[in-house]
């Protein structure tokens, strides 16, 4: 076994900073930044959708994160996505709750109004 990946990072408020880091960590650590700035960052998964006039668009983009030394809410394990420019962060239950929003949302919205489209584009009313 392995011993565990740390890094280092030089900060403004608590100088050199040793810290584990996660195996799920894809983020550089910045130097220059205060100690409860520094954050862990997992690998972004986005839903991908081709927009007339745009080409490609990522949105709902999501990752793990974890702020170590956060001195203001959780220093958990969470998962932030991107809703209308904001960023908030999700534990296993809100995600739970995000996951069948939308779900609900593609079932109850999205494909009966694409099935209404499809039938005035057919020439329905």
């Known amino acids: 076994m392995s011993a565990p990946r740390?890094?280092?990072v030089q900060?403004?408020?608590h100088g050199d900073v040793v810290l584990v880091e996660p195996s799920w960590c894809v983020a550089v650590?910045?130097?220059g930044n205060h100690r409860s700035g520094i954050r862990h960052g997992g690998a972004?998964?986005?839903?991908?959708v081709d927009v007339p006039g745009h080409g490609r668009v990522d949105f709902l983009k999501a990752n793990l994160c974890q702020f170590?030394?956060?001195e203001h809410?959780?220093?958990?394990?969470?998962?932030?996505?991107?809703?209308?420019?904001?960023h908030p962060e999700?534990?296993?239950?809100?995600?739970?709750?995000?996951?069948?929003a939308i779900t609900s949302h593609v079932l109850y919205g999205l494909l009966p109004l694409r099935a209404?489209?499809?039938?005035l584009e057919e020439g329905g009313e």
């Open 73 to 86: 809410g959780s220093r958990d394990v969470n998962v932030v996505v991107e809703i209308d420019g904001e």
């Open 90 to 100: 999700f534990d296993s239950a809100g995600l739970g709750d995000l996951a069948a």
């Open 29 to 31: 650590h910045a130097d």
């Open 6 to 8: 740390t890094v280092t």
């Open 68 to 70: 170590p030394f956060a």
């Open 44 to 48: 972004e998964y986005a839903a991908t």
């Open 11 to 13: 900060t403004l408020d």
């Open 116 to 119: 209404r489209l499809q039938s």
